[in-house]
C-alpha cells in the first residue's frame, strides 16, 4: 500500500514539473479574474523575471462629427469608445449640394459696377451665370458758364461740366473776375491808381482773348526769350518801368488761369517812350501743346471733384484742396538734386495738373500756390498768392479771418508726415505758427512799395490771433 502511494506520488509530482516548464499557464484566480500572467524566460546572465498585465473591458461607445459637410464636400463621423479613445469606425457625410436662389441684375452705374441676372447659393454664396458689368464712368460735357455781371464782385467765373448720365457736375476753366481780384483793389487805394488800374485791365484784356487764340509760333524764332502776343506805350498811360512790372506782378499772381504767359517782363525804351512787352513763354509755343495743358486743368478739375464730393463746410474743402495738391505732386528739383525746377511748367497751375492721379507731377512753390489759388476761386473760397524772397505761399479767409497756408512745405518726406500721410504744420496758422522757429524767414513777404518793381508785393492782410490743426480723425478743429 505504501509503495502504492509513492508511486502515486511521485507521478503527480513529475506532472507538476512538466507543467511548470510550460512558457504559459492560467492559475484558478486568473481564470475568475481573466487576468492573463506572461512571464519571460530568464537569460544566463540574469535571474530577474519580467510581467506585464492588461485588462480586458467591454467598450462603451458615442459618435461624432470630425469635418461637416459644405455644399460640395463630403465631411464624415467616427465612432469611438469612451474609456480607451479607440475609434471603432469611420463614415462619410454626403455634401449637402446648393441651394439656388435667383438674383436679378443691376446695370451699372457711372461709379459702381453692375452684374448680370444669376443664381446665388443661400448657405455657402457661390454664384453662377454671374458678369460683372464694369462702372460706365461718368460722360461729362458742357452744360453752362457762370458770368458775374458788371455789377457783381464774385471773384471769378467758370464752365461748369454736367455727366449726363447720373448729372454729377464739376467746375472748370476758372477765369478770375479781377474786379474784385484782392490784387486789383490793392492797387485802387494807391495815389496813380488810376493809370495801374487802366494797365491791369489792359493786362487782362490780352490775356483772355490769346487763351482763344490758336496762334502756332512753332519755328519762330523766340525775341526776349518768348513769343510776343501784345505790346502797349506805357509812357503814355502815365507810368515807369517799375510801376508796369509791379502792376504785371500783381496780375501774374491775381490770375493762376493764365498759365502761359511769362512771368519776366519785356520793356522796350525809344527816346522818352517806354513800351511793355507781354510774352507767352517759350515752353507754350504749340497750340496744341498749350490746349493739351488746358485739358490737364479741366482733367484735374473732374479728379478733384471723383476724391472729394464737394462739401458746404468751408474747413473741410480747404483741406481738400490743401490735401488733393500735395498728393497730386512732389515738389521738384533739377537733376542735381538740390536746385528747384525752372520749367515754365513747374512755376504755374501746370505743374499740378500734369501730375495726374499717380502722383508723379513735379513742381516748385509757385504751381502749389497759385492751383491752391485756383480752387479756391473755383469753390468760393477767399485766397491770396503771398510771395517774398524766394518763396510763395497762400492766405486764406475763413469766417472773417486771414490764416496762412503753405502746401509747400506740408509737402514733406514720408517721415515726417502725420494723418493720412500729409503734415499739417502750416495749414490754417495764425502769424506766430506761421512764422514759426521751422520758417526762418521764409514766411517774410515783400515789402509792397511800387518802387521794389517786381518785389512788389500788394500789402497782405492781418492775421487771425487763433490756429487750426487736423486731429488724428481728420477734422480740422482749433488749435488750443
Given amino acids: 500500500m ?83 479613445g479607440e475609434v471603432l469606425d469611420t463614415n462619410i457625410i454626403p455634401a449637402t449640394g446648393h441651394i439656388w436662389d435667383s438674383i436679378i441684375g443691376q446695370e451699372p452705374t457711372c461709379t459702381e459696377d453692375g452684374y448680370t441676372a444669376h443664381s446665388e447659393c443661400t448657405k455657402c454664396g457661390a454664384e453662377v451665370n454671374n458678369q460683372i458689368l464694369p462702372a460706365l464712368g461718368h460722360n461729362y460735357s458742357f452744360s453752362h458758364r457762370i458770368v458775374p455781371d458788371d455789377d457783381n464782385y464774385v471773384s471769378h467765373s467758370y464752365a461748369v461740366y454736367t455727366c449726363d448720365r447720373c448729372h454729377d457736375s464739376y467746375r472748370s476753366l476758372l477765369q478770375t473776375n479781377y474786379k474784385a481780384a484782392y490784387g486789383y483793389k490793392s492797387l485802387s487805394i494807391l495815389s496813380n491808381s488810376e493809370a495801374y488800374l487802366a494797365f491791369y485791365e489792359w493786362l487782362y484784356s490780352e490775356a483772355s482773348a490769346f487763351r482763344l487764340d490758336y496762334t502756332d509760333f512753332e519755328g519762330v524764332e523766340p ?78 478739375c473732374e479728379d478733384f471733384i471723383a476724391e472729394y464730393s464737394h462739401t458746404s463746410d468751408k474747413l473741410t474743402l480747404i483741406k481738400n484742396i490743401h490735401d488733393f495738391i500735395i498728393k497730386r505732386i512732389n515738389y521738384g528739383y533739377e537733376e542735381d538734386g538740390t536746385t528747384p525746377l525752372d520749367d515754365a511748367e513747374a512755376h504755374c497751375i501746370i505743374g499740378v495738373s500734369a501730375g495726374g492721379n499717380e502722383g508723379t507731377g513735379s513742381a516748385v512753390c509757385e504751381a502749389y500756390s497759385k492751383t491752391f489759388l485756383y480752387f479756391a476761386r473755383m469753390y468760393d473760397v477767399d485766397a491770396i498768392v503771398v510771395h517774398g524772397a524766394g518763396h510763395a505761399w497762400n492766405m486764406v479767409k475763413y469766417n472773417g479771418k486771414w490764416y496762412g497756408l503753405d502746401a509747400t512745405w506740408d509737402d514733406q518726406p514720408v517721415t515726417y508726415k502725420e494723418q493720412g500721410g500729409i503734415y499739417y504744420g502750416y495749414f490754417m496758422k495764425n502769424e506766430a505758427d506761421f512764422n514759426d ?44
Wanted: hydrophobic share 35%.
Fill in 223 to 300: 525775341s526776349y526769350d518768348g513769343y510776343e502776343i501784345a505790346r502797349k506805350n506805357i509812357t503814355q498811360m502815365g507810368l515807369s518801368i517799375e510801376e508796369a512790372a509791379a502792376v504785371y506782378h500783381t496780375f501774374l499772381f491775381d490770375c493762376p488761369e493764365f498759365f502761359y504767359l511769362k512771368s519776366g517782363y519785356v520793356a522796350l525804351t525809344a527816346g522818352s517812350e517806354n513800351t511793355f512787352v507781354m510774352q507767352i513763354d517759350k515752353a507754350f509755343k504749340s497750340s496744341s501743346y498749350r490746349e493739351t495743358c488746358q485739358n490737364t486743368v479741366k482733367i484735374m
Fill in 2 to 84: 505504501k509503495k502504492r502511494f509513492f508511486i502515486f506520488t511521485l507521478i503527480l509530482f513529475l506532472l507538476t514539473l512538466s507543467a511548470c516548464n510550460l512558457n504559459e499557464f492560467f492559475t484558478t484566480t486568473e481564470w475568475k479574474t481573466g487576468t492573463k500572467a506572461t512571464s519571460s524566460k530568464t537569460s544566463t546572465s540574469s535571474s530577474v523575471i519580467e510581467a506585464t498585465t492588461t485588462t480586458a473591458h467591454v467598450h462603451t461607445t458615442a459618435y461624432k462629427v470630425v469635418k461637416d459637410p459644405s455644399c460640395t464636400e463630403s465631411g464624415y463621423g467616427q465612432t469611438y469608445c469612451t474609456i480607451c
Fill in 437 to 480: 522757429v521751422h520758417a526762418d524767414g521764409g514766411h517774410t513777404p515783400y515789402d509792397y512799395y511800387i518802387t521794389n518793381g517786381l518785389r512788389y508785393q500788394f500789402p497782405i492782410p492781418p492775421f487771425a490771433s487763433t490756429s487750426y490743426k487736423v486731429n488724428i480723425l481728420g477734422q480740422v478743429v482749433l488749435d488750443d
